[in-house]
């Protein structure tokens, strides 16, 4: 069956190291998307891609990098983790462009920055 | 997820309706939706509606549209425990982005 894992499942990092999160989808879903999830915000979008090297800024992507190389993988990179980083990043595809179903969502990444 | 706006908390007796409230902004918005959360889980999502519907029915989910007032809502009939869990609201205009609420959170009381 087709679906959309996140990698790891939990991470603890310290201030100022590089992270990377890893999204996989074996949905042929040309769009990709990288939230965060914080209490009393819900979710906010941090980048998304809508298909090979094509890479585009949310509302919070300072701090933040991704890459599309392929068609299954957006990792998500911090460049330089900051305790306000700490949070749960979900991971998100979708197919184009009718997009009734909406997306199909990760499990999440649970993020804390010491 | 600042255009999209829910309350917060709702608590409901077990076998009552639950209704859930959202305001949305963007009046292009060709999709709306709801996801449910349920604990240390991703977002599932539960039903849409497109903006040219006033209401959908899915079984026990009931979504009403109000494209005047940009208001959405999910009433669902008979709730059970396993109904407990953060429900988004999400709008989506004319790109393929989505954008979420920042969720309401049901809880069922016996």
């Known amino acids: 069956d087709a679906e959309i894992t996140q990698s790891p499942r939990h991470k603890i990092t310290e201030t100022g190291r590089q992270v990377t999160l890893a999204c996989h989808q074996t949905?042929?879903?040309?769009?990709m998307f990288w939230y965060r999830q914080d209490l009393g915000h819900g979710l906010r979008l941090i980048h998304y891609s809508y298909g090979v090297h094509d890479t585009n800024k949310g509302e919070v992507s300072d701090g933040y990098s991704v890459s599309r190389s392929n068609t299954e993988d957006l990792p998500l990179t911090l460049e330089s983790a900051a305790s306000s980083q700490t949070s749960v990043y979900f991971c998100?595809?979708?197919?184009?462009?009718?997009?009734?179903?909406?997306?199909?969502f990760g499990s999440g990444t649970r993020l804390t920055v010491v | 997820g600042e255009d999209v706006e829910q309350s917060l908390f709702l608590s409901v007796r077990e076998g009552d309706s639950s209704v859930i409230n959202c305001t949305y902004t963007?009046?292009?918005?060709?999709?709306l939706y709801w996801y449910k959360q349920e604990p240390g889980a991703g977002l599932q999502l539960l039903t849409y509606?497109?903006?040219?519907?006033d209401m959908k029915q899915d079984q026990r989910l009931t979504v009403l549209l109000n494209k005047k007032d940009k208001h959405l809502s999910l009433r669902i009939a008979d709730t059970q425990t396993g109904d407990s869990a953060i429900y988004f609201c999400a709008e989506r205009p004319n790109d393929y982005k989505l954008s979420f609420g920042a969720g309401t959170t049901v809880t069922v009381r016996a």
């Open positions: 509606i497109f903006s040219n519907m």
């Open positions: 949905w042929n879903h040309n769009n």
């Open positions: 998100a595809s979708s197919e184009g462009p009718t997009l009734s179903y909406g997306y199909t």
């Open positions: 963007d009046s292009s918005s060709t999709y």
